[in-house]
């Protein structure tokens, strides 16, 4: 069994970076069977923002603009 949910929350940086540290910290094979997690965010605004609060919070990021596939 799976288990399906939506977290929505804020992109404050003093919420919404506990919450991925929360996350990330859990160690029941659920959560360890599909490492990955789905950000949804509904504007480029947001998106941009959300990015930045992630490199500020050592977050690595890869520009895909920059692999030889992408040329």
């Known amino acids: ?3 399906n949910y939506i977290i929505e ?6 919420k ?3 919450l991925v540290k929360e996350e990330k ?8 069977r599909y490492p990955t997690r789905f950000i949804l965010v509904d ?6 923002k959300l990015i930045e609060i992630m490199k500020k919070n ?3 990021t890869l ?3 920059s692999l030889e596939i992408s040329r």
């Open 63 to 65: 520009d895909l603009s």
């Open 1 to 3: 069994m799976t288990a």
């Open 25 to 32: 910290e859990k160690s029941t094979p659920s959560y360890r």
């Open 43 to 48: 504007n480029f605004k947001n998106m941009r």
């Open 58 to 60: 050592g977050v690595e």
């Open 9 to 14: 929350t804020s992109l404050e940086e003093d």
């Open 16 to 18: 919404f970076i506990p």
